[in-house]
């Protein structure tokens, strides 16, 4: 049995001093370039953003040195904890909340200007709860920026006679279960993912609403805000990483 909330409060901790993600530029997963390069979000000083599933706080943390009036929600209590230190370390004030992503009853409909969600949606069992939400809370003309670890990256293993296809990638939810070693831990707490096409995701946001903008698929770089994952997904799949683009990004408007 996979408690995904539990895992996460188990290695928060070691996971934000580990991975040392950049609180300074917004970032949009491992291997990929920031919002330095990208530049998708535009001018958001005075704007009210919301981090779906925000981690450690640190695109939360980007956002309010940018000047937006930042909202984030994440599922663990450790993780919200580890926000909230962030946060202050760096004097911003940020509206932090412990909350599933699918079901945020405690926002008011049609009070953001922007939603981002970075590398956590595919975490869900079901995508389509989370996307209705971020439509409801956000205004027309809002802008919900999603991104995550390209699908491939999880079917693919890098092995010494080659890459092989662990699954196919005509999946819709596959479930993938899987560890995460630390040191610190006794034991290494258990995760899963939830594998799918980029279509879906796209269709998805689709049928919800959205009107879809433009994927983005960035070669794989390690000059990115999102260091020490990207340093080791380099190490261990190199092959990989420099073969397909390990972050995807969605942009979607509400209209
Ligand atoms: C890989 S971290 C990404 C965090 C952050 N967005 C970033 O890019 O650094 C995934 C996060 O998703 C959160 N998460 C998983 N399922 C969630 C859900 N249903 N609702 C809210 N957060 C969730 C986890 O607690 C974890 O903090």
Redesign the pocket.
Known sequence: MVD??KS?DKI?EHYNKRYE?SCDVV?Y?PLCPGEDRLRLLGDIKGKKAI??????G??AVALAKLGADVTA????TE?IIQAEGLASDHRVSICLKQ????SLSFVESQSFDIAL????IS??ERIDP?FREAYRILKPKGRFILSDMNPLQYLLDETESGVVFNNPYHQKSLPINWTWEFDELNRAPRFRHYVRMISDYVNSLIDTGFMVQKILEPESTLNTP?KGFSEEIMKEYPYIAKHIPITFVILCKKP
Do not use: M, R, T
């Open positions: 995904i909330k996460w928060a993600i970032h997963g981090d779906l599933g925000c981690g450690g640190q695109n929600v994440d599922l663990s993780q909350a599933d992503i699918s969600s970075a590398c956590s975490f869900l989370a999102h």
